[in-house]
């Protein structure tokens, strides 16, 4: 089915970055006549790598910061924006200082929304999980697995269920600095979306996964997993004791991209709505499975060392129902979990030299 697309002029924050740069490129390599400009900082490790990506499938690219007014203030007519811009470590802030992460996930996303107000442009918001708080999410009633932990069928809290955590769950509770900005901007562009007439929607994902991202150990776990793999880096399980059984969904960036792109198209009908997307139950590993996975996809056996406890902010279980996204947008992933990790694995192998330096 070709899709039409009702913009003309796009504005990618974060465009070099891991979604921020796949999406940039999928729109550009899906629709005719549009203008996509990649808007970045360059500031997490290896962005870089994703520029020559960029101008090979036309995206322009601009090196600015969302945290600065001025940066902002282009001299493009964009129709839409997608903030892909942000410090997406839950555990940005923890043990220093939280400047950075509030100055650009909440600050520098206001930024963007007032540039939406003033250019007459609609909004995409790649929200996070990372909103639900922590200990509503650690307190669910869990059964525990050889391999993993597992969420029981009869759940207290509204929005939880055997398949995951539904957009009805609770938002009340600490929920790390990370989720916080990410949750005071949801608010802010709901505000906005009321207000100002702008169309707009979020998304929360849970971990989204794929070639070219760099990941490394508090963010981008299967492709931190995986080198560390393929380059003989130390890895460990970090807390419930140490075995790796704490759980997360997964969604192959093709998957991430290709909804954003079918939700782009139908504005009008999803403007103002919040959507939980994610790998759901089916794609989820815990890091245990992942390690069986990695290794037998990599062709190497590691070491892993455990320590009792938790990281900051970590979670025992998390799982994306994605149930509301399934029936209004015909929502459902088509990658599994194998297919991801050997994407990540075969992507390192292809590219290990120049990968080498930024993962090891
Ligand atoms: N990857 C995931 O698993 C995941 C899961 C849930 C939500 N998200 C959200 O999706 C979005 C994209 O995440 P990602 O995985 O591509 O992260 P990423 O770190 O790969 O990309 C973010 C990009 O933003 C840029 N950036 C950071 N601060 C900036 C600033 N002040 N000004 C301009 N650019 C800046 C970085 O250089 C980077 O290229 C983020 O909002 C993140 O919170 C990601």
Redesign the pocket.
């Known amino acids: 089915m070709t899709l039409k697309i009702p913009y003309k002029n796009i504005l990618v924050?974060?465009?070099?970055?891991?979604?921020?740069?796949h999406l940039s490129i999928a729109l550009k390599n899906h629709f005719d006549r549009i203008q996509v400009t990649a808007?970045?900082?360059?500031?997490?490790r290896?962005?870089e790598f994703?520029l020559p990506r960029l101008v090979k499938a036309g995206v322009n690219f601009r090196k600015?910061?969302?945290?600065?007014k001025k940066?902002l203030s282009l001299d493009g007519k964009y129709d839409l924006i997608i903030?892909?811009?942000?410090?997406?470590s839950v555990t940005a802030g923890t043990g220093g200082s939280p400047e950075?992460v509030i100055?650009?996930?909440l600050f520098?996303a206001c930024n963007c929304f007032e540039m939406a107000r003033k250019c007459r442009a609609d909004v995409v918001?790649?929200?996070?999980?990372?909103v639900y708080p922590i200990d509503l999410l650690n307190n669910l009633d869990f059964c525990e697995k050889d391999s993993r932990f597992e969420l029981k069928s009869r759940q207290k809290i509204p929005g939880a269920a055997r398949q995951g955590i539904s957009e009805e769950f609770p938002l009340n509770g600490y929920r790390s600095i990370?989720g916080s900005t990410?949750l005071g901007a949801e608010m802010l562009l709901i505000e906005y979306e009321k207000a100002y007439g702008i169309k707009a929607f979020i998304?929360?994902?849970?971990?989204?996964?794929g070639p070219w991202?760099?990941g490394k150990v508090d963010?981008?776990i299967i492709a931190h997993w995986a080198a560390s793999h393929i380059f003989n880096q130390p890895l460990k399980y970090m807390g419930y004791g140490g075995f790796g059984k704490q759980v997360r969904d997964v969604?192959h960036i093709d998957d991430a991209v290709g909804i954003i792109i079918r939700q782009i198209t139908q504005m009008d009908k999803i403007s103002g709505k919040v959507f939980n997307i994610g790998g759901g139950v089916k794609v989820s590993f815990s890091l245990l499975e992942l390690t069986d996975c990695v290794s037998k996809l990599a062709g190497k056996k590691i070491h892993i060392g455990r320590t009792v406890r938790e990281s900051p902010n970590d979670v025992k279980l998390y799982i994306t129902n994605f149930q509301k996204a399934g029936k209004l947008l015909d929502f459902k992933p088509e990658k599994s979990k194998y297919e991801i990790v050997e994407d990540v694995v075969k992507w390192i192998y292809d590219h290990k030299n120049e990968l080498r330096k930024i993962f090891t």
Request: some cysteine.
């Open positions: 924050t974060g465009g070099a970055g891991f979604v921020g740069s808007f970045d900082n360059l500031i997490r290896g962005s994703n600015g910061d969302v945290r600065s940066d903030d892909c811009s942000a410090e997406p950075y100055d650009t996930n520098g918001f790649l929200s996070t999980s990372r990370y990410k998304n929360r994902f849970g971990v989204i996964a991202q760099f963010q981008g969604l």
